[in-house]
Every structure is written in C-alpha cells, then in structure tokens.
C-alpha cells in the first residue's frame, strides 16, 4: 500500500472513531477535547503528513482533513451541550413517574342513552332492529303519510317547530315520521324501533321541554294482530320493570293508529312519590300504541289486503326521570358535568 492510501484511511479511522465517542461526565469530555481538538490532537498531526502525499491528490487529503476538523469541533460541541444539560436538570423528564396516578376521570353515558339502550336491547332480542332516520323531516313523513293532513285537527296536538322560510321543512313532533321513511322503501316483513330525539313547541318547565327522545316501534307482516302488540307490549314491560309489571291498554286516540291505546304499567302506591307520580292511580301512563291505520300502509304503498301491522311510540326522558329519580326535565338538557358524572359506571 502506498502511503497516500495509508494517510487517507486514517483520517477515515478517526472520522469512524470520534462518531461514536461518549462522554459521561467532565473528565471524559476533557479526555476527547485533547485527544481530536487540543493543541496537540492527532488530527493536527496528520497536517503534517500532508508533505507525503502524492501531489495530485494533495488538495483532496487537505479537504478531507478539514472535513475531519470541523466534525470533531461539532462532536465536542454536542457532548458538551449533553453534559451541560445534565447538570442543569434539562433533560429530566418534567414529570415525577414515581408520584401515585391521580383520579381518573372516566366518561359517564347520559341517563337518556343508558335508558335508550336498555329498550333497544329488550327489542333487538325479538328480532327488531334499530332505524335511525332524519330529524329535520318534510310535511309529508311527519303528518301526511302519517294520516294527518293539513286540516286535521290532531296536527294541533303537536305544535310544529317549522324551518324558517318553508311551510314544507320542520323538526320532526315524533319518531312516527320514521314508520313513512321506513314503509316507503322497505318490503314487509318489516320490524323495526326508531330511537331519536323530537321537537316540539312547548314552553320549556320542569315538567316538560322543547325536545325529547321518543322510540318508535313498527311491526308490519301478514296476519298481525292486536294479539301480537298486547303480546309485545307484556313483554317489554316485564324485561323492562320487572318479571311480575302488569300492563293495562286504555283505548285512545291517535290519527295513524286504528284501534289506538294508551299503555299503563303498574307502579304501585306505597309511598307519597307514588301517589305523586301516578297522581294516586298507581298506574304509569308509558307509551302510545294500536295498529297501523290502512290508510297509512295505503300512503305508504303497503297493501293493506295483504298486510297488517302494529306500531308503538314512547318518550324516553320520563322513564329515565322515574330511574333516576331525576326531578326537573331541564338537567337533562343542561350538560352541567355535576348532574353527568354521577351516572359514571352505569351502562
Ligand atoms: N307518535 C305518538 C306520539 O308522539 C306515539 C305513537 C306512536 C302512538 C305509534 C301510536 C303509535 O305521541
């Protein structure tokens, strides 16, 4: 080997060498500074080799020396900087991972969803399943279809949030609207429960507010009967309240329903909260209900010849406020985190 080749692997040895020196503490970092910096480092003692070089490589030896140089200055200046910082506490984590966990604030579900999905679940397991559909709805979902037209006096029973500027857009007053978008693109059989959020025009007190959760329920096959709903019903109330709930249906009114009823379950009366809640009945009015009026499978494009169904609808806050023991409807719009947090753990 020659001795140009000789001197050029060397300053690549160094090169190597220096990348991967550490330094610890002071006295190592001293330790490198005269080793690749100091006025007597071997670097500079390769300048003088610079004589020995053959002269047409001379400049290339000069540069790569200078090269060699400037990257032990900038190493020296890293390890510094690394020893400075340890001194001075900056590269300490700046949290303490010896210090106990501190109090885990977890989610809470809503009392609403927590109530929702309990009803959900009750359906699901007789082979309903869920539809979620628009709450900005038209005219049509919401009443039309629904047998209630323009001039029937039921449509004063809800009073209608309607979108700015259109006689024809507005919030939808029930979950019903969802039996419309339903029938009107699904074939029977269909069974369904329709969870969401309602708006109605109501003065907001601690009794009643400007929205709420209902749940739809629709059932629609051949032959089904009132039967089948009572039979639906029974057995809601039972997973819902209890083994031993008993139901009472009371005859009502409602303009997609025929017949239509109104469903009790009873509460009892044992204290004055029952006699309170149920205003002295024992009985809790829980839902709407009857079968679906022919008219409204005929608006929907359901033979009613050929079909039958029955359909349900209940209001979600009430039964989370009787759970809960929740007394003013207000909080559970509020979202104040005091009133959330203590539903923590339920699911
Ligand atoms: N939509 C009715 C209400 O909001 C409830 C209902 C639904 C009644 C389905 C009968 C059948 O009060």
Partial sequence: ???????????????????????????QLEAFRIRYV???????????????VENDRKKEFGQRLNELKQAAEN????????????????????????????DLKTGARHPVSIVMQRIIRIFERIGFSVAEEREIEDDWHNFTAMNTPEDHPARDMQDTFYLKDSSNLLLRTHTSSVQARVMTTQKPPIRIIAPGRVYRNET??????CQFHQIEGLYIDKKVSF??????????????????????????????????????VYWGLKNEDDYRITKGTGWLEI??????????????????????GFAFGMGIERQAMLQYKITDIRQIFENDLRFLRQFSGII
């Fill in 204 to 209: 907001i007190s601690s009794r009643s507010h």
């Fill in 38 to 52: 100091g006025s007597k480092n071997i670097i500079k003692a390769l300048f003088g080799e610079i004589k020995n």
């Fill in 1 to 27: 080997m020659n001795m140009s080749a000789e001197l050029f692997g060397q300053i690549d040895q160094i090169m190597q060498a220096l990348k991967q020196e550490k330094a610890e503490n002071e006295q």
């Fill in 227 to 264: 039967a089948d709903l009572k039979q639906t019903l029974l057995y809601f109330a039972r997973e819902m309240y209890g083994p031993d709930t008993e139901i009472r249906l009371r005859p009502s009114y409602f303009p997609f329903t025929e017949p239509s009823a109104e469903m009790d």
């Fill in 287 to 308: 839902l709407g209900c009857g079968m679906v009026d022919p008219q409204v499978l005929l608006n929907c494009g359901i033979d009613p010849e050929e079909y039958s």
């Fill in 75 to 102: 190493r020296f200046e890293e390890l510094k900087t690394l020893i400075e910082n340890a001194q001075s506490g900056n590269n300490k984590p700046d949290i303490d991972l010896t210090a106990p966990a501190g």
